[in-house]
Nanobody
Framework: QVSLIESGGGLVQAGGSLRLSCAAS????????LAWFRQAPGKKREFVSA????????YYADSVKGRFTVSRDNAKNTLYLQMNSLKPEDTAVYYC???????????????????WGQGTQVTVSS
């Protein structure tokens, strides 16, 4: 009924920028928390950023603060992640996710996210 479709990944040189998009298809999709995660080869999936539906509070992992910006467009049912000043350590598969739990993203676990995108590869070269 509802799926998350990602786009915008690719290969970029260190210091460059990419903008990821995550569009929700289908009807009646009302998550409270929209988030981005990433997973590098051999590493656990880690939290990157999140935004809440109502007040639109934003949250960022320390590793991306000041470089990444999360936003959403409710009319387009789309979540965005603007990534600037990219570093090689940002290389990973990026996933968008959504949770219906009305809680701060700081309290959520990965298992609390019910909807996931397919992932999009981001590769940053030196």
């Amino acid at each position: 009924q509802v799926s998350l479709i990602e786009s915008g990944g690719g290969l970029v040189q260190a210091g460059g920028s990419l903008r990821l998009s995550c569009a929700a298809s289908g009807r009646t999709f009302s998550p409270y928390v929209l988030a981005w995660f990433r997973q590098a080869p051999g590493k656990k999936r880690e939290f990157v950023s999140a935004i809440t539906w109502g007040v639109a509070n934003t949250y960022y992992a320390d590793s991306v603060k000041g470089r990444f910006t999360v936003s959403r467009d409710n009319a387009k049912n789309t979540l965005y992640l603007q990534m600037n000043s990219l570093k090689p350590e940002d290389t990973a598969v990026y996933y968008c996710a959504a949770s219906i739990r009305r809680s701060s993203p700081a309290t959520l676990r990965i298992s609390d996210y019910s909807f996931w995108g397919q992932g999009t590869q981001v590769t940053v070269s030196s």
